[in-house]
Structure formats: structure tokens, C-alpha cells
């Protein structure tokens, strides 16, 4: 058996956060996220927590587990090595209720930057071509699964909330380097100010608890050297 020590928290009732213990026969190879659905299933359909692909590639499942923000679908019971596993929401972030953060914020900074392809070239007959050589220039920027690891373990962003963060960055400069964008100069003004990449003070906190192994640092010093 596994104790599992929740953040529980409901803003409509409760006046402050408190945790609820739960135990849970853990199975062999058995992850964070199922041992969540064996607690709903099982002994208290109340918690609510976010998930979809159940596959370490939508992002929706993203928690502090035992002092880290992860990543549940992806965290194995065994590899944390402990038989007390304590969880809760993303911090730096509201709470919704429980384990369920307001990502609003997060997602309005990831449209500031444009996140998508702009090239004003005559379209080509078939499409706009792009060598091996030039796609792997953004391999790791394009792994990116939005899923706020890094932006709620951003000090920065912690304290400025108008800080563009690692996340919305590190996609800047995936459509920055990408050879078929044409807007330079434009994101080069979208990210250049004290809200943009001059806000990161290079800490690496968000390269730690990347589930995907991104250094969102990279990117940023990137960008800061063309801006």
C-alpha cells in the first residue's frame, strides 16, 4: 500500500487548502494518474484533477508530486521510492478546485507571441520546403506540450505577472528559427521587452522540470542575442 497525501481545496467551501490521506494497493508499473483514478473510482469520487491522453503528450495532467512539479501520467509510483507520495496543484497558480489550476493566464501569454507560421513570400505551388538541417534547428522547441511545468516553476513569473514566461519564449523562438517564417523582426519586438526575455534571470527551474527535456534557457538566450 501507497499513502497518497492530496491537496484538497474547493474555493466555492472551503476557507483554506488542507490534505486528505488515501491509500492505494500500488500495482507493478503503476502510475501517479491511475493511482488518482483508483481514488475516484475507489474511495472518494470527489477529487478532481485534470488528464486527457493519458500519454505524457497533452500536458493536462501537470502537478507538484513530492516536491516537483511532473508530469502524473508519466510518474511512476516505484521510480519516486518513497511509500508517502504528496501532491498538489502547480503552484504560483489559482486554484480552481483541488488539483485543477486556473491556466488562463498561461495560455493568454502563449497568444501574445503569435504562435503560429507567418510568411508574406508568394505561396509556392506545392509548399514551403524545409531541409532535415533546418528542421533540426527546432526539433526540441516544437516537443513542447504546453503543459506549465516550467511557468509555474518560473520565479519570475511567480512575481511578475505580466513576464511573457519559459513556456510562451521557448514557442517564440521555435517560429523565430523556423526557416519558413518571415516575421523576425515582428517577434523580435514581441519578446525584446522587460516582460520578455530581458525578465529571465537564467535560473534553470524551468529546464528542471521540463517533462520533455526542453532547456527553455536556450531558447531565451537565443532570443535575447537577436533582440
Known amino acids: 500500500m501507497v499513502t497518497f497525501k492530496i491537496a484538497r481545496f474547493d474555493p466555492d467551501k472551503d476557507k483554506e487548502p488542507r490534505f486528505q490521506t488515501y491509500e492505494v494497493p500500488a500495482e507493478k508499473e503503476m502510475s501517479v494518474l491511475e ?4 481514488i475516484v473510482e475507489n474511495l472518494d469520487g470527489s477529487l478532481a484533477f485534470r488528464y486527457s491522453c493519458r500519454g505524457a503528450v497533452c500536458g493536462s495532467c501537470a502537478m507538484r508530486i513530492n516536491g516537483q512539479n511532473r508530469l502524473a501520467c508519466q510518474t511512476l509510483i516505484k521510480k519516486l521510492g518513497s511509500d508517502t507520495i504528496t501532491i498538489s496543484p502547480l503552484p504560483h497558480l489559482a486554484v480552481q478546485k483541488d488539483l ?5 493566464g ?35 522547441m516544437i516537443n513542447c506540450i504546453l503543459c506549465g511545468n516550467c511557468y509555474s516553476a518560473c520565479t519570475m513569473a511567480a512575481t511578475n505577472s505580466d513576464y511573457l514566461g519559459p513556456a510562451a519564449l521557448t514557442k517564440a523562438y521555435r517560429f523565430y528559427a523556423d526557416s519558413r517564417d518571415t516575421a523576425n523582426e515582428e517577434r523580435k519586438k514581441l519578446v525584446g ?11 534553470f527551474n524551468c529546464a528542471e522540470v521540463c517533462p520533455k527535456n526542453i532547456v527553455p534557457t536556450y531558447s531565451i538566450q537565443k532570443l535575447k542575442g537577436a533582440a
Open 193 to 203: 521587452g522587460e516582460d520578455g526575455v530581458y525578465r529571465c534571470h537564467t535560473l
Open 106 to 140: 498561461f495560455f493568454d501569454k502563449y497568444e501574445k507571441i503569435k504562435p503560429y507560421l507567418i510568411n508574406n513570400d508568394p505561396i509556392p505551388d506545392k509548399e514551403f520546403k524545409q531541409s532535415i538541417k533546418e528542421r533540426a534547428k527546432i526539433d526540441e
Open 100 to 104: 485543477i489550476v486556473d491556466m488562463a
Open 35 to 38: 493511482a488518482l483514478f483508483y
